[in-house]
């Protein structure tokens, strides 16, 4: 397979020099092998293989790999659709994760959520990059092409990254937070997010009206 290849080479790479400082072993320790043989799909089983995946456990990142994967290509599709890219990109989606694991706080938000974070800006930076390179090669006299995102997920990379509206998002709860995040920040359905978060999905529509009726609140935007 050759996702198995890359990986195997990705581990072999960087093993060392991504995760320099950790005080890694070499190989998965028996105590690391059995937490990962009960490892499931719940949130956080897999905040704990990202945890595994940050002392640079190998077979903790190929399980990681097995419960996320199919989400996260889903994820990539919505921005990319063709399906040979998307898969690409998805394996730079495990690449990063491989090398920021370190990065995740399960305080700051679910795991299926900086994952589907990645494998959106991913995508959106594969998109960009694709239509700046047909771009160059287009003559002076066609019109600049307009990315084709949606007014909803451009509003979202707002309040995902500036001004008032981040601290806004942050100081929502925790849950609402994450459906948020899902909902319009990776273009998920209400149904998709749900299996992403274990809940119904009228669960989830309802952390996403309560916290944007916060947002808004403090942002003093009228209704």
């Known amino acids: 397979m050759v996702f198995a290849k890359c990986m195997l080479a990705l581990c072999c790479t960087y093993g060392a020099g991504a995760h320099s400082g950790r005080n890694m072993s070499a190989r998965v320790t028996a105590s690391g092998a059995a937490r990962v043989a009960r490892v499931g799909s719940s ?3 897999l905040a704990e293989l990202l945890v595994l995946v ?3 456990d190998s077979s ?3 399980s990681l790999y097995k419960a996320t994967s199919t989400q996260v290509l889903a994820v990539v ?10 898969e690409e990109v998805r394996q730079d989606v495990y690449l990063e994760i491989w090398q920021q694991a370190t990065k995740f706080s ?5 795991a299926m959520v900086w994952i589907c ?7 959106i930076d594969r998109v960009r990059a694709v239509h700046a ?3 160059r090669d287009r003559t002076s006299g066609i019109r600049e092409w307009t990315p084709p995102y949606d007014q909803v997920s451009e509003r979202m990379d707002f309040v995902s990254e500036f001004g008032p509206a981040a601290t806004a998002l942050r100081e929502l709860p925790k849950l609402q937070q994450d459906a948020i995040e899902l909902v319009y920040g990776c273009g998920l359905s ?3 997010a749900a299996a992403v978060l274990c809940v119904a999905p009228g669960t989830v529509r309802t952390r996403v009206r309560d916290g944007l009726l916060r947002l808004r609140a403090s942002l003093g935007v009228a209704a």
């Open 43 to 45: 949130d956080s089983q």
């Open 54 to 56: 940050a002392a640079g």
């Open 60 to 62: 903790a990142f190929s």
């Open 77 to 86: 599709r919505r921005q990319l659709i063709d399906l040979a890219l998307s």
């Open 106 to 110: 399960q305080a700051r938000g679910a």
């Open 117 to 123: 974070v990645i494998a959106r800006r991913r995508a």
């Open 133 to 135: 390179s047909r771009r």
């Open 190 to 192: 209400s149904v998709e």
